[in-house]
């Protein structure tokens, strides 16, 4: 079945939303917190959009991002070193990047399903062997750490964590991160580390350290349009110790945005010495949000079998019954305009499907997706 969905030239959650939006249905999966609007934004951190004077030159930036802009991405690291970070238009952007500037042919990666499909993709496009190891669907969304460790063991160019993990908003331990970097460092292996939704921890004493900072062939990668609830400034970015693999992912990135828009990295420098005060905007929505799905979940728990997540804005609940999860999906879409993703999309066989619960309404359509 995975190699099936990997077959698809946009990426799978792409091609399904496609095929539904001539019917424009209320998505129910996003997996970013409630876009802030300028106004709220500035309600909370003053007023931004001053920063940009009309002397200005509406000109390129530099290709790995302006020296002020990395050093203020970097105080979000322990190493606050503005050299290790390079940014671009979006995550997706940067893992395009580091996938071309890292695989062969025939090298092999080794992923966690449930997985945001494009983490892999590339790698699959490029010709690499993907070996997938599914999260354990227990009281709690459980890591195989055996099975993982055997697949690195046995050869393995790079290893794919996702944590804050979408889309179950599983969360692992600290011990757990430190051996797989041990298991990482032993085996020569690169680590990339999604962190998208670091920051969006609901007991932010769980937070991970980046793997950045632990580990100097890890790859954090992170981005405005998920902990920072702003995906419409279009900035990703990664943080590396390897200065060769950062201006090789550069050469890289100079084939396609080649640079950050000028009004994004302004506003970008501007926003993020607030990162304290946005992620905590978010982790209250969240909260708020999450009670209510915790409430439904046990009223209808003959139907859904749920494991709470432990950060992020979505669940990845399992229908109980023998309905398909696919025609469940298309029923909710024809008959209550309402759109969740399979767990086809995410590579995994489980009988199950994505619900966003980052945004304000979110909760008024979940009893749309009771069985009764
Ligand atoms: C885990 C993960 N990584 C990366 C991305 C890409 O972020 P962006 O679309 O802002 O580039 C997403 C987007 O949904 C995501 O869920």
Redesign the pocket.
């Known amino acids: 079945m995975e190699k099936e969905a990997l077959r698809f030239s946009h990426s799978a959650i792409a091609s399904y939303c496609e095929q539904w939006t001539s019917c424009s249905p209320t998505v129910l999966h996003q ?1 970013n917190p409630q876009p802030f609007t300028l106004g709220e934004l500035e309600q909370l951190i003053g007023p931004i959009m001053d920063t940009i004077e009309p002397g200005v030159a509406l000109t390129y930036t530099r290709n790995s991002g302006g020296h002020k802009l990395r050093s203020s991405i970097a105080k979000l690291y322990e190493h606050n070193e503005a050299d290790y970070i390079a940014t671009f238009a ?3 952007e940067a ?1 395009f990047c580091i996938s071309h500037a890292l695989l062969q042919p025939g090298d092999t990666v080794v992923a966690i399903t449930p997985i ?1 499909e494009p983490l892999i993709k590339t790698a699959a496009e490029i010709g690499c062997t993907i070996e997938l190891v599914p999260l354990l669907a227990k009281n709690r969304w459980l890591l195989d750490l055996r099975t993982i460790e055997q697949k690195i063991r046995s050869g393995c160019r790079l290893l794919i964590l ?1 944590f804050p993990h ?1 889309p179950t908003g599983a969360m692992i331990t600290q011990d757990e991160l430190d051996s797989l970097i041990t298991l990482c460092r032993e085996n020569n292996c690169w680590l990339l580390s ?1 962190e ?1 939704f670091r920051g969006l921890e609901y007991d932010p004493e769980n937070r991970l350290p980046a793997a950045t900072d632990r580990y100097p062939r890890a790859i954090s990668v992170s ?1 405005f ?2 902990a920072f609830a702003l ?1 419409g400034l279009r900035i ?1 970015w990664i943080s590396c110790q390897n200065k060769a693999l950062i201006n090789r992912v550069m050469e890289i990135k100079s084939c396609l945005s080649i640079c950050n828009s000028f009004l994004d990295e302004s506003l970008a420098i501007r926003i993020l010495p607030h990162y304290e005060l946005i992620w905590e905007r978010n982790r209250e929505l969240l909260h708020h949000n999450l009670q209510k799905i915790n409430a439904f979940m046990a009223q209808n728990s003959a139907d859904f079998r749920f494991i709470p997540p432990d950060a992020g804005c979505t669940v990845f609940p399992l229908l109980r019954n023998q309905t398909s999860v696919e025609s469940y999906a298309q029923k909710l879409v024809e008959e209550h305009n309402l759109l969740v993703l399979p767990a086809r999309l995410f590579l995994s066989d489980l009988n199950a499907f994505r619900l966003g619960f980052g945004y304000r309404e979110n909760p008024d359509h979940l009893v749309a997706i009771a069985f009764s």
Do not use: C, H
């Open positions: 997996s979006g995550a997706q893992i945001f996702n979408n999604d998208v981005v349009s998920k995906p990703g």
